[in-house]
């Protein structure tokens, strides 16, 4: 059991100390630091002349101009070069043979039986002609090599054994 009267002086003991540190503090911040000090004892003789003051406020004042400078700075956006977009094509093509035969002038040409799946049809090619936009570059013995700009495609005979 607590004993009433200890616990009243513990509590006047506790505001007794409180009251002390607060006083404590007024009073440190009532005391002038060190820098003041220095300040109120530093001798009239050597203080700058009133244009030496005034120059050197005039130097401290801040300007409106400093208020518009970008703090915050955005590189600026490159500017992008709008391309067409290039149209994805897949070579849907087949290579079902490769044939001769004679022109006109009683030549041997070589020629490619291309399948497109796109148009259904069968299209019988020899060099320099077309179809869909492929050329056919060359002809060898078991492929057709296509050409659409740059881009080479080469199409291939499948072997006849299945695996």
């Not at 977009?85 to 004679?102: D, M, N, Q, W, Y």
């Not at 497109?116 to 019988?124: E, G, S």
Request: hydrophobic share 40%; proline share 5%; glycine share 6%.
């Amino acid at each position: 059991m607590i004993n009433p009267t200890s616990h009243h002086r513990f509590h006047l003991l506790l505001r007794a100390c409180v009251s002390f540190a607060v006083l404590c503090v007024l009073v440190w911040a009532a005391l002038p630091s060190q820098e003041d000090s220095a300040m109120l004892d530093a001798p009239v003789i050597g203080r700058p002349a009133e244009n030496e003051i005034s120059s050197e406020i005039e130097e401290r004042i801040v300007s409106v101009s400093a208020f518009e400078v970008n703090l915050w700075h955005r590189p600026p956006v490159e500017v992008l070069k709008r391309v067409a977009p290039v149209k994805a094509t897949r070579v849907a093509f087949e290579l079902l043979a490769i044939s001769s035969g004679l022109d006109e002038t009683g030549q041997q040409i070589s020629y490619g039986v291309i399948y497109d799946p796109i148009d259904d049809q069968v299209h019988t090619l020899s060099i320099g002609q077309s179809v869909n936009g492929y050329t056919v570059s060359e002809i060898q013995s078991d492929a057709v090599v296509l050409r659409y700009g740059t881009k080479e495609t080469k199409l291939m005979l499948e072997s006849g054994e299945g695996g």
